[in-house]
């Protein structure tokens, strides 16, 4: 549950206003007396399914990331404490990384990266380019 919180705690905050939008518009005099139940109702759906598919589908290419990573595969990571040219960060154990939990870390990088931000860096050949 910890999990789910650390990464979906954003998405809940707007999931919270689009509902306190939805309250404030059900509950005007010119609505119908079923659109607060039918409102709040179908957004509450909406945002409770979309954020979980959101989490489900994170938590599935944390996975892929790790076990790729594991195999000795390299792996990308958004590095958003560097606005230059290189936004990103190549991760794997040749390079002197390791997993510990959630996080890629290295004794010769300051900060570690999370998996949520990471995925399969796996170069396309040029014969697989649509063409």
Do not use: Q
Not at 14 to 29: E, N, P, Q, S, W
Not at 80 to 90: D, E, F, G, N
């Amino acid at each position: 549950m910890e999990l789910f919180f650390e990464l979906e705690i954003v998405y809940i905050i707007i999931g919270l206003f689009i509902l306190a939008v939805t309250l404030f518009v059900t509950t005007r005099d010119f609505m119908p007396k079923v659109a607060f139940k039918r409102g709040m109702g179908a957004v509450s759906l909406i945002l409770i399914i979309m954020i979980s598919l959101h989490f489900l589908i994170t938590v599935k290419r944390m996975n892929g990331v790790k076990e790729i990573f594991n195999e000795g595969g390299t792996i990308i990571c958004e590095n958003k404490m560097r606005r230059t040219i290189s936004r990103s960060v190549l991760i794997s154990k040749a390079l002197g990384w390791s997993i510990e939990g959630d996080n890629f870390t290295s004794k010769d990088v300051v900060r570690d990266f999370h998996t949520s931000r990471c995925v399969d860096y796996s170069p396309i050949a040029p014969e697989d380019v649509p063409k």
